[in-house]
């Protein structure tokens, strides 16, 4: 399984890029628009990689950045939600903006991405919006454990990420009492 590819940029296009080894061998990745954005022609490069082997074809689709990767993976895994729709989403959305609408439960930016209606965009909200879509944030773990935190004591996940929106505090520990003294 190919998890990273290395090399000069051949040729680039909005939706893919061809990538040339120091052995001479080119792949075609697929890329989404805010990755093709950052990219220039003729320059070396390093893409993660996330390759998806159909009956009919063995496609990769790169990444420079690993949180735009989990989220392609988490929403590729879900029913309903193939490459292409994966792909919509990170062109439209960055990690941080999807990661804010399904914790949020805003289906309305889920649904400005092209190929998203109102129908998989509560589904994508109650599929991920459980623990799954913890792992994901890693920059700001001191978040989740407050969130199980103030989870295991009763409160509720919708009131709660509310509440840790509007607090300060950059440790658990004090997140966790900040969240307290507003959710009391």
Do not use: H, W
Not at 110 to 117: F, K, M, R
Request: proline share 2%.
């Amino acid at each position: 399984m190919i998890v990273a590819i290395e090399g000069i940029i051949t040729k680039k296009e909005p939706t893919n890029c061809v990538i040339k080894l120091s052995n001479g061998i080119s792949y075609n990745v697929n890329i989404s628009l805010n990755c093709s954005a950052k990219l220039e022609k003729n320059a070396k490069i390093e893409l993660l990689i996330t390759q998806i082997i159909r009956e009919d074809a063995n496609l990769l689709f790169g990444f420079l950045e690993a949180d735009e990767q989990k989220m392609f993976e988490m929403l590729i895994k879900l029913s309903g939600i193939g490459a292409s729709t994966a792909m919509a989403v990170c062109s439209s959305l960055s990690s941080d903006s999807f990661l804010k609408a399904v914790i949020n439960g805003d289906t309305a930016t889920l649904t400005s991405v092209p190929g998203i209606g109102p129908k998989t965009a509560r589904r994508i909200v109650a599929e991920l919006g459980d623990a799954k879509l913890m792992e994901f944030s890693s920059g700001e773990s001191y978040k989740n454990e407050a969130a199980m935190a103030l989870e295991s004591l009763g409160f509720k996940r919708d009131k709660i990420n509310k509440v840790l929106s509007e607090c300060s505090s950059t440790s658990t520990a004090e997140l966790v009492k900040e969240a307290l003294k507003k959710l009391a």
